[in-house]
């Protein structure tokens, strides 16, 4: 059968894949404990769910809405923005989308011409590098001297090539790295001045531990007076990653093109997603902060066990999302027989079941990705399972 080159060139997301692997291994009643995939454990809040529940009923969710998303949406998001950062945007900023990886997959195909270069700090989300080559782009995976492997204005400076767009993520998956205001800062400064793009995916930008400062683009340029681009949505914060709710702000220009195609893509994001979309921005906001304060516990007890596992090492505690990325010792490869952490990471889930993607997926060999966005009985067992496994071994 004759598809595509470019479905041919892309690879399936290795999270997705291995998370789907895990649960098949858990249909044949095998007990797998699975850390690889990006999801909070907890049930979208019930005044969320309720929302979109009485949207239904209220017949509110039969027909199209328009296809940028419902304008009460864009208000919320607006409003939200405001309260979180006390920046001001208009809803002529923002486009809804399927999620933010459709945010994302959408601004690529926007933004960039055949052969347009795209640059981030390796390691880093899987998808980027595959929908920067859906658009015909080149994603350089700048590896970044500093221990927490944030990408700087001097790297940005030492690509030889011409750069279209960069991409940070802070929070970032999968280091859990957060960008200072001064790093933000100093990168939009080089991106007004080089006319680059600078996307912030801000996805995880409510969920920051131990006293941490989260900042947001939104805090330190006017949207209408540069060339940021911001992605978000209700995902992570909300714990709504089945509802499939993102959004993009940027110049109108940029959310009127993104529009465009939204409009041969999707038609309009789902409707009754939307409604409770709604309710999670407008609403009450303490369930963010009853599942911030989870996440900061079970890190804090996570990073602490993992850095016991031998053979593996977090020198940089994360300060964000709901990864640790640990680096594998080349002795803790080798006494285990493996070539490469892909191998290692197949071992682990025959052997001790315990799902943890490779680094390789992240542009990062030789480490691995656990989410600790489970409960702490889970993830005690699951640290005891790579513990016996390392040992086993060494
Ligand atoms: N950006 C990053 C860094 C992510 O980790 C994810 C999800 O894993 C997304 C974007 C997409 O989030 P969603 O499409 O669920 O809104």
């Not at 681009?229 to 914060?237: E, T």
């Not at 789902?270 to 009450?284: F, K, P, R, S, W």
């Not at 027989?337 to 030789?366: C, D, R, W, Y």
């Amino acid at each position: 059968m004759n598809l595509s080159d470019r479905v041919t060139a892309i690879t399936a997301s290795p999270t997705l894949s291995m998370n789907a692997l895990a649960k098949e291994m858990q249909s044949q009643g095998i007990d797998v404990i699975n850390l690889g995939v990006g999801e909070p454990d907890f049930q979208t809040p019930e005044n969320i769910a309720e929302a979109a529940i009485a949207a239904i009923k209220a017949e509110k969710t039969s027909f199209y809405t328009p296809s940028s998303g419902l304008l009460a949406l864009k208000q919320a998001v607006v409003d939200r923005i405001y309260a979180r950062y006390q920046a001001r945007i208009g809803t002529d900023n923002v486009t809804i989308t399927t999620g933010a990886k459709l945010s994302l997959y959408v601004l690529m195909q926007t933004l960039l011409n055949p052969g347009d270069v795209v640059v981030t700090a390796a390691p880093e989300w899987v998808s980027y590098v595959e929908q920067v080559k859906l658009a015909g782009g080149k994603l350089l995976e700048v590896h970044s001297k500093n221990d927490a492997l944030k990408l700087t204005v001097p790297d940005l400076m030492n690509v030889s090539e011409p750069i279209k767009a960069v991409i940070i993520n802070s929070p970032t998956n999968p280091t859990g790295q957060v960008y200072s205001r001064e790093e933000i800062q100093h990168i939009l400064d080089w991106g007004s001045k080089n006319d680059v793009f600078i996307i912030l995916d801000e996805i995880y930008g409510q969920l920051v531990y131990n006293g941490v400062t989260f900042t947001s683009g939104l805090q330190l340029a006017d949207i209408n007076k540069t060339n940021m681009i911001i992605v978000d949505g209700v995902s992570k914060a909300y714990a709504m990653t089945g509802w499939r709710i993102g959004w993009t702000i940027a110049q109108p220009k940029i959310i009127q093109a993104m529009n465009k195609l939204l409009g041969h893509l999707t038609s309009n994001p789902t409707a009754a997603a939307q409604y409770a979309a709604i309710e999670a921005l407008n609403g009450d906001q303490a369930t963010v902060e009853t599942m911030r304060q989870a996440f900061e516990e079970r890190l804090n007890k996570t990073f602490d066990a993992l850095n016991c596992v031998p053979g593996l090492h977090v020198d940089v505690k994360p300060q964000g999302a709901f990864y640790l990325f640990p680096k594998v010792d080349a002795e803790a490869l080798l006494a285990v027989g493996v070539a490469n952490t892909t191998e290692l990471s197949t071992k682990i889930l025959q052997e001790a079941h315990v799902a943890v993607p490779a680094g390789e997926g992240f542009g990062m060999p030789g480490y691995f990705r656990l989410s600790y966005a489970k409960d702490q009985a889970t993830l005690d067992e699951a640290i005891n399972r790579l513990s016996d496994f390392f040992k086993k071994y060494m």
